[in-house]
C-alpha cells in the first residue's frame, strides 16, 4: 500500500523563502495579520489529515468505485469518504480561504491551494468533491445576485452543500456553442431547464445534503454559438425562503461514467427535467460567469497534478532505495547485498530526479501564481490587481497544461522504477499514473490550453503579457549579472528568454499568413514557454541555496543538486519544441484525409 509524508520542509520554503509570501500578503489588508507560525500551523494539521486520513482511502475508492441506485438516482461514495468529508468540515477545512462574511477564516488562496496539494496527493478522487465547491463558490460570488450569495454561500462555505459546473453535453464535448440545454423562463422569475449533461465530476453523491449545480443553457432568445449561453443555480434540493431544503428539484443522475481512472469520484451524466433554476449574471453571459470557475479549476487540476507526481515520487525512492536488482556498472556498492540497490543505476535516478524535478517546479509555480491571485482579487493599489491579473491570466494554462503533462510523464517514470511490480495494484503506482491522464483532458485538454496561451494570452494581447514577465526574468538575471556562481542558471535562463522572444514573434507572424499555423505550433509553444518559466523558478531557488548550502542543513544541498539536474537534463527539451514548431503546419496537413 502506497505512504505519503508531506513535503512540508519544500513547501515552506517556496512560500517563506523562494517567495516571502508572508510579507508579500502582508500589503494587503485582509492579510495584515498573516504570520509564518500560523501558515505552518495550518500545513501542519492539513498534511496530517491527508496523511492519516485520507491516504488510507485513496486504493479502497479505487478498488471500490461509486455505485448508483437507478431507482433513487442516488450515489453511494466509497467505503469512508462520507465520515472523511464529515471530519473536513467539522474541522473548517472547507471555510478555511472563504471571506469571513459568508462565515469564513479569511485565509490566503495561498494557503489554500498548499493544503489542496497535500490532499491531492493523499486522494485526488476524493479531494474533487469540496475542490469543485471552492470553483462554484467564486463564481457566484462573483456574478450570483444578492440573494443567489445569501442563500448558497454560506453553505458552501461550511461545506454542509457542495457544488459542481455542469458544461459539457453528449455532442458537444469543449465546444460549448454546441449545447442545447434550454431554459425557460416562469413567471416568478425562475426558468425551467431541460437537458442532458455529461462528465460531471462530483454530480451526485452522499457526502453532503445539497449540490449546488451550476448549468449553462439557453434562453429561447438565444443567439447561436457561445453567445448564446446563460448560467443558472440549479440545487439538487430546491431551497426555501429560510434556507432549508424542501422539494427535489428535476435534476438526477441517470448514469455513472466507467473509466480510466480517479474511480473514487462520481462521474455522472446529469438529466435535467423542467429543473428550477435562477439565473446567474446576465442572459446570454454564461460563459464569463463560468470562466471564474473555469479557470479556477484549471488551476486546480494543475494541483491535482503536482499532488500526484509528489506522491508517486516519494514512493518510487522508498521502493528504489529498498529494492535490489543488479550490480552498479563501476562495481558492488552494497556488497553485503545479494546486489546493489536499484537506486544506484544511473536511468533509475534520472525517473526519480525527473519526477523530483517536475515536483518541485510544480510547487514553485502554483505557489507563485496563488499569490498573484490573492493579489488580484485584494490588493488595495489598482495597478497591481491588474498587473497580477495579467500574470494569472498568462500562466493559468501553463499551470494546467504543463504541469499534468509533466505529471503523466513523472508517475509514469515511477511506475517504471517499480517494473513489473508498477503495475500491481496495491503498490498504488499504476492509479497514479491513471488518475494523472485525466487531469491532460478534462477542464480543457491541454491543446486548448496551448491554443489559449499562444492565441489568446500572447498574440491576442500583441505580446504584452509574456513581454511583462519577460521583463520579470530579465531583471532577475540582471540583479545577478555579478553574482559568478549563479551563471550556471542565469546564463541559460536569459538566453532562452530572448529566444522565447524571437520564436513567438516568428510564430506569430506565421499565424497572420494563415491562423492554422498556430494550431500547428501552439503545443510545442506551450512546452518551450513552459520550460522557461521552471527555469526561471529553478534559477531563484538556485541562488537561495547558493547561499546557504553552507547550513548543516542538507535540504539546500539537494535544492541545487536538482535544480542543476533540470538545466542539465530537462530544460534542452526547448531545443527540439522550437525545431518542431518551427516546422510549422505543411507536415501535418500534405497526408490527404482518405490516406490516413
Known sequence: MPSYTPPLRDMQFVIHELLGAVDELKTIPAYA?????????????????????????????????????????????????????????ENGWSALSADPQWGGQGMPMLVNQAVYEMLNSANQAWTMYPGLSHGAHAALEAHGTDEQKKLYLPKLTSGEWTGTMCLTEPHCGTDLGLLRTKAVPQADGTYKITGAKI???????????????????????????????????????????????????GIHC???????????????????????????????RGLPAMFVMMNGARLGVGNQSLGLTQVAYENAVNYAKDRVQMRALSG???????????????????????????????????YFVAVELDKA????????????????????????AF?????????????????????????????FVRDARINMIYEGTNTVQSLDLLGRKVLGDGGAKLTAFGKTIARFVKANADNEALQEFTKPLSDLGQKVQ????????????NP??????????????????????????????????????????????????YFAKLLPEVETAMITAKAGLKPLTELDEALF
Open 199 to 249: 462528465f460531471i465530476s462530483a454530480g451526485e453523491h452522499d457526502m453532503a445534503e445539497n449540490i449546488v449545480h451550476l448549468v449553462l443553457a439557453r434562453l429561447p432568445d438565444a443567439p447561436e454559438g457561445s453567445k448564446g449561453i446563460s448560467l443558472f443555480a440549479v440545487p439538487k434540493f430546491n431551497v426555501n425562503a429560510d434556507g432549508s431544503l424542501g422539494s427535489r428539484n
Open 332 to 366: 558492488p556498492k552494497r556488497p553485503d547485498l545479494a546486489a546493489d540497490p536499484i537506486i544506484v543505476h544511473p536511468d533509475v535516478r534520472k525517473m526519480l530526479l525527473t519526477a523530483r524535478a517536475y515536483a518541485e517546479g510544480a510547487r514553485a509555480l502554483i
Open 516 to 565: 492554422d499555423e498556430v494550431g500547428a505550433a501552439a503545443v510545442d509553444y506551450l512546452r518551450v514557454v513552459g520550460h522557461l518559466v521552471f527555469a526561471y523558478m529553478f534559477a531563484q531557488s538556485a541562488k537561495i541555496a547558493l547561499e546557504k548550502q553552507s547550513d548543516s542543513d542538507p535540504f539546500y544541498k539537494a535544492k541545487l543538486t536538482v535544480a542543476r539536474f
Open 377 to 400: 482579487h485584494n490588493h488595495p493599489d489598482e495597478a497591481v490587481r491588474k498587473a497580477s491579473d495579467d500574470t494569472v491570466a498568462l500562466l493559468t494554462p501553463i499551470v494546467k
Open 502 to 513: 524571437a520564436f513567438t514573434m516568428e510564430i506569430g507572424m506565421k499565424g497572420m499568413q
Open 33 to 89: 495579520d498573516l504570520d509564518a507560525d500560523t501558515v505552518n500551523a495550518v500545513l501542519e494539521e492539513g498534511g496530517k489529515f491527508a496523511s492519516k486520513v485520507l491516504a488510507p482511502l485513496n486504493l479502497v475508492g479505487d478498488a471500490e468505485g461509486c455505485v448508483l441506485d437507478k431507482t433513487t438516482h442516488e450515489v453511494k461514495t466509497p467505503t469512508g469518504f462520507k465520515d472523511a468529508y464529515k471530519q473536513y468540515v
Open 403 to 431: 504541469i499534468t503533462d509533466n505529471a503523466y510523464i513523472a508517475t509514469t517514470h515511477c511506475q517504471q522504477v517499480y517494473g513489473g511490480h508498477g503495475y500491481i495494484h496495491e503498490w498504488g503506482m499504476e492509479q
Open 254 to 284: 441517470g448514469g455513472l461514467e466507467h473509466k480510466m481512472g480517479i474511480h473514487g469520484n462520481a462521474t455522472c451524466q446529469m438529466v435535467l427535467e423542467d429543473a428550477v433554476g435562477t439565473l446567474v449574471g446576465k442572459p446570454h
